[in-house]
């Protein structure tokens, strides 16, 4: 929203001074993008309301208020207030990580540890030790790998985030597997997530936080190899596009997602953020009482929405 306003401030007011400013709270999040008088350009003309149309959208999808109006100087003012997706990290997130390699074990505890606003809080090398330790330590993650001895990493996190577990964990899978049905089961086991052992540190940093915050994670080439072999298995449903809650928007990223594309791909086809990318993906999950990509894939070859 903040890149939209400040582009539709360069295009119109040329000359001038523009202020952002933002405040949140634990429930919503307020933005205000303003110019000042000096210097403004003619009105486009379109009156700006192709702008303005853009950024009511990005509002819209998060559910938000939106307003725009001139000022008394002959500037402009745009301001957004979004309610707050997830509750504010006031405390370090509590990874606890499972791997029966002590080297990579090591690496990930490492890289995780020197992050701020991350804290590691337990290591172990099978699923069982991780079900006792995270019992204890109260872990917010666990990042686990998926074959181990003793208890291998499905079964440990259907006992961790499984249907019917009372206080389930987050569990981040990784592994260095992605061409057998560990994926599929990890996601069905109750997983938030799932990496490649190979994915680089920034990836798997990103994918701790994704998933402590409520969202869910799964790499493009993972969701790709969930295409690949699955969808000749779903026969589709009798369904019209317009039985579907979803906007056509969301429908056309829907259909996107289902033919494998990452976030970052459906933003540069459909020229837009990546953020708004995103957000869309969010409001369709939710929209679809759908937990993951890997369930919004099978729901758009279930319903005859891609073939």
Known sequence: MVQEALTNALKHARGSRTTVRVRHSEKEITVQVSTDGT????????????????????????????????????GFV???????????????IRVLVCDDQALIRTGFATIIGAQPGLVV?????????????AARVKPDVVVMDVRMPVLDGIDATRLLAGAGVANPVKVLAVTTFNLDEYVYEALRAGASGFLLKDTPPAQLLHGIRTV?????????????????????????RASTPGDSPLTARELEVLRLIASGLSNSEIAAGLVISHETIKTYVSRI??????????QAVVHAYRTGLVT
């Open 78 to 92: 745009v301001r957004a207030r979004n309610p707050r997706r997830y509750p504010l990290m006031t405390e370090p």
């Open 121 to 133: 809080v337990g290591e172990c090398g099978d699923g069982r030790a991780a079900v006792d330790l």
């Open 212 to 236: 402590a915050s409520g969202a869910a994670l799964l790499a493009p080439e993972v969701t790709r190899q969930l295409v690949g072999k699955y969808a000749s298995r779903i026969t589709p």
């Open 285 to 294: 999950l939710t929209k679809l009482d759908l937990r993951d990509r890997a």
């Open 39 to 74: 210097g403004a350009r003619s009105a486009p003309p379109d009156g700006g309301e192709r702008g303005l149309a853009g950024l009511r959208e990005r509002v819209d999808i998060l559910s938000g208020d939106f307003t725009a109006q001139r000022k008394a100087d002959g």
